[in-house]
Structure formats: C-alpha cells, structure tokens
C-alpha cells in the first residue's frame, strides 16, 4: 500500500474524529445554554456560538453577562 | 527548539489564564443577573482547575438552565401569585396614611391584519382573563380576532389595580414593550407598559 495515501486516509479520518468530537461537545453545551438565552429574553441561536472553536463559548457568555436582558434581570438590592 | 517548545508553553498558559479569568467574571455576572449569588458562578468556573475536570461544571450549567431561578419568583411576587412572609409593621408607629387605589380600567386598543381594529377594556372584576384569538365564549375570554393570535393566547391578571400578562406558549409570539415574553418567565406586571404584542397584534395599553 501507498504509505503517502495511507498517511492521507489516517489524516483524514483523524480531522473527522475530530469534528465529530467538536460537534457532540458543542451540542452537550447548546441545548443549556439555548434555554438560558430563552429565559433571559435572547434568541436561543445564540447558543450556536458554541460551534465557533475556542472563542464561541466566550462570545455567549460576554453577550449574557454584559448586557441587559430582554426577560428582566432580579433587582440588585436582590443580589 | 526546547526554548520554542517552553515559551509556547508559556504562551498558551497565559492565554489559559486570561479565558479563566474572563470566564470566572461573566460567569459571576450572568449568575448574579438570575438573582443567585455570583460567587457560585465562579466557583463553578474555578472547579475547571481542579481534579474533577471539565465534567461537574458541565452538570452544573444543565442545572443552571434547568432550575427554578430566583429572578422568576421575584416576577410573582409583585404581581402577588406568592405570598411570602411579610414583615409586621412596628406597632409604635402610626400607619402610614392610605393612597387611593387607582380603579379605573384597562384599555388594550389595537389595529387587526385585517384592517378592523380590536378594543378590550378589562375592568378587573375578573381575576384573570384569556386572550384568544377565537370569539369569546365566556365572561373571562377577551377575542382578538387575527389568525395570527393563539386559542388561547396569554392570560391577563388583574389585581390590587395592576395588571399583569402571561404567555401559554402558543405559536405566535408575545411582547412587551418590545421584548418577548416566554412561558417560562411567568405572569410579568405590565402595569407600566405601553404596548404589547400577540402575534402580528400590537396593542396599546392605557387607562380607560
């Protein structure tokens, strides 16, 4: 067997298991958060930041965490 | 090349600890805006160094999105559908002087798809009312006649001269003043609202 095409297909496979890896941890990370952005009066496909490596998930949350939300915030003589 | 593999190490460390950083202050922040105390938001982030890994912090973040937030219950509490413990007023002083409730009543005022226009007074002798996009059947159903409004769509809920809105979750959505409103959120007090939205229906709220 070629070893260049070997290499190729061992590549190959190796990009694939690591996609899908990616996609099931952002899933594992959307459905939460698609509520969580629900609840605090976003659009729930906010949450497919997710699928953007490394940075996706800091986006979603600077979102959430600095600015007002649409679904009413607890008052903060309540926190 | 070991000094290239060492300050990459570095790099990444840092960079590690700048998104730990981030994440430990937006964590404190989002938590703290659903009316539970910011440390635990942090404390969930900061569990990411520690032996348990990336796995309870996880679990922690379904049980956030799923669980009953404090926030929520304030909601019902000022439109009154709790009753917490109150506190006794002090007996060594005198009552404070009653304010004239205002009594008079609500008027939703709109314009339909359709080109007629919808006006719903609610008078507050019932508790709670149904809008419904069907014809009302019964003293408690307010019609909105449009397609676009659910069968039924939202609860209207008056008292002690307040009146308050809840969405049921049918298709098309609901808004107050602009933001929408979910199931999940609960009766919201729209006393101080100027409009809102059944589906493609925008009504506005004033004082009959």
């Known amino acids: ?79 | 090349m070991g000094v290239e593999i060492l300050s990459l190490l570095g790099l990444s460390s840092v960079f590690g600890l700048i998104g730990l950083v981030l994440a430990g202050w937006m964590a404190w922040r989002i938590v703290e805006k659903t009316g539970l105390p910011g440390w635990a938001g942090l404390s969930a982030i900061l569990l990411t160094l520690t032996g348990v890994g990336t796995i309870v912090p996880l679990i922690l973040l379904w049980v956030f999105a799923f669980m009953r937030w404090p926030r929520d219950e304030m909601a019902g509490v000022a439109l009154g559908t709790s009753s917490p413990a109150r506190p006794a007023s002090p007996s060594a002083l005198p009552p404070p002087p009653a304010a004239v409730a205002d009594r008079r009543a609500w008027r939703l005022s709109g314009s339909l798809s359709s080109g007629g226009t919808v006006t719903l007074t609610v008078d507050g002798s019932v508790p709670a009312y149904l809008l419904t996009g069907a014809a009302a059947a019964q003293a408690n159903e307010l019609s909105v006649p449009d397609p676009s409004v659910g069968q039924p769509h939202a609860r209207l809920l008056s008292a002690a001269g307040r009146l308050g809105l809840e969405d049921l979750g049918t298709a098309g959505s609901t808004f107050i003043d602009g933001a929408r409103l979910l199931p999940e959120h609960g009766p919201r007090d729209i006393s101080a609202a100027r409009a809102i939205r059944l589906g493609s229906v925008e009504l506005a709220l004033s004082r009959a």
Do not use: Q, Y
């Open chain 1, 1 to 79: 067997m070629d070893p260049i095409a070997w290499l190729l297909g061992l590549g190959s496979l190796l990009m694939f298991g690591i996609v899908v890896v990616h996609l099931l941890t952002a899933l594992v990370l959307i459905i939460p958060t698609w509520r969580i952005c629900m609840r605090a009066g976003f659009s729930g496909a906010l949450s497919l930041f997710h699928l953007v490596p490394l940075i996706g998930p800091f986006i979603v949350m600077a979102v959430l965490a600095f600015s007002d939300w649409p679904g009413g915030e607890a008052s903060p003589g309540k926190r």
